[in-house]
């Protein structure tokens, strides 16, 4: 097994045939120094691996999530992924990208989320906070313009959160470019429907297993006095609207704030 560094990245190249985490661990701590948003492990030029060698990612992840940063693993050789994919603790948590430059450009994507969230955090709240969750697939905008009018008559705060369900067939925290871009654009949207009500506003983007939960989950840790949920108009598809309406009835029932629920005036 050869070891190289450069960048962000750790490239193992040759066979790997126990595990070898002791000996990758220096390298790999050196480079999170420098890059704390996290590192990317490079198989491409790995011939072999052991059901052993596998643990290596395993507890690579393990030690570098424990210092609540990440690790993704790039351009594993199918010969490779399909050893890795059979080991237990491996298959369920390792998160793998097809390329370098897609994990990277996930490790980009959740630092600035981080940041952002961080920036909330820190920021004195004024007034009371209203809480928006936006869904893929469902279009919950309306409830960014109804939040906008709240906040001007309360001096409300005024929170985006964006909930990307993660398939449990996935590691939470596994790199989907895709929906990592079309989180981030959706959060740019809100975020302009929302500045002509000239209040704070701030967003953040969530991976969760269930949107439920998430939204539960938000509303506690953000103390959320509000959650306002806005239904643009009547999802065209079936399983959208069986969907919006679980969703709401479930929140009528558990939120544990005050829940506005809203829609636009019906067009004539």
């Known amino acids: 097994m050869v070891i190289e560094t450069k960048e962000d990245v750790v490239k193992l190249s040759g066979s790997l045939r126990k595990n070898q985490w002791i000996t990758i ?21 790995m011939s072999d691996i052991s059901g052993d060698g596998a643990k290596t990612f395993l507890e690579a992840m393990r030690d570098i999530e424990s210092a609540h940063s990440r690790i993704i693993v790039a351009n594993l050789p199918e010969q490779v992924f399909a050893v ?39 920021d004195v709240r004024k007034g009371s906070l209203l809480l928006v969750p936006l869904l ?31 398939a449990r067939n996935l590691p939470l925290n596994a790199p989907l470019l895709e929906a990592e871009n079309n989180a981030t654009k959706a959060l740019e949207e ?31 840790t953000y103390e959320s006095d509000t959650i306002v949920i806005g239904v643009s108009e009547a999802p065209g598809q079936e399983e959208q609207a069986e969907a919006v309406e679980q969703l709401l009835q479930m929140l009528m029932k558990r939120a544990p704030c005050e829940l506005v629920i809203g829609r636009p005036k019906p067009k004539v």
């Open 25 to 45: 661990k220096a390298a790999a701590q050196l480079l999170l120094h420098e890059h704390p948003e996290g590192i990317i492990v490079d198989c491409s030029h």
């Open 84 to 122: 890795c994919r059979s080991i237990p603790g491996v298959r369920s948590q390792l998160p793998i990208a097809a390329s370098v430059e897609d994990a990277r450009a996930s490790l980009k994507a959740t630092a600035r989320n981080a940041q952002k969230s961080l920036s909330a955090q820190h």
């Open 136 to 166: 893929e697939n469902i279009d919950l905008s309306y409830g960014v313009v109804l939040a906008g009018r709240l906040a001007v008559q309360g001096k409300s705060e005024i929170r985006l959160i964006y909930l990307m369900e993660i």
């Open 190 to 220: 809100a975020k302009l429907l929302a500045a002509s009500a000239h209040v704070p506003i701030s967003e953040h983007l969530d991976r969760v297993r269930d949107a439920f939960d998430g939204i539960l989950t938000a509303a506690k």
